[in-house]
């Protein structure tokens, strides 16, 4: 089993900043993909950023590509989001996920299928006003 807590959720104007962070724990050796996914009111679950922890290379939605960056720290066993020049669309509910060791997908892929991940946070509130 894996633990997943994000942090870093908050209120800010639009153009603004906000750095998310994930904090995992418990059999994290056993995942091989970690994920950032956001839900707004309405909306359908979307992948934001998918990064394969052997090579740490992200992949992200379009819709963040050149705003939003995706780090890894395997000694802290944390997983951040830094998102600028964010904009009113970005108000959503933040997830983290992480995938347990299986079958290889490319990290594009899996921004679309959430449900190939069996690792979730409770979520971290972003809303961006503009």
């Known amino acids: 089993q894996v633990q997943l807590v994000e942090s870093g959720g908050g209120s800010v104007q639009a153009g603004g900043s906000l750095r998310l962070s994930c904090s995992a724990s418990?059999?994290?050796?056993?995942?091989?993909?970690m994920a950032w996914f956001r839900r707004a009111p309405g909306k359908e679950r979307e992948g934001v950023a998918v990064i394969y922890t052997g090579d740490g290379i992200p992949y992200y939605a379009d819709s963040v590509k050149g705003r939003f960056a995706v780090s890894q720290d395997n000694a802290k066993n944390t997983l951040s989001l830094q998102m600028n020049m964010l904009k009113p669309e970005d108000t959503a509910m933040y997830y983290c996920a992480a995938r347990q060791r299986g079958r290889y997908y490319n990290a594009g892929y899996l921004t679309g299928r959430p449900e190939l991940f069996g690792f979730w946070g409770q979520g971290t509130q972003v809303t961006v006003s503009s």
């Open positions: 418990g059999d994290t050796a056993g995942t091989n993909y």
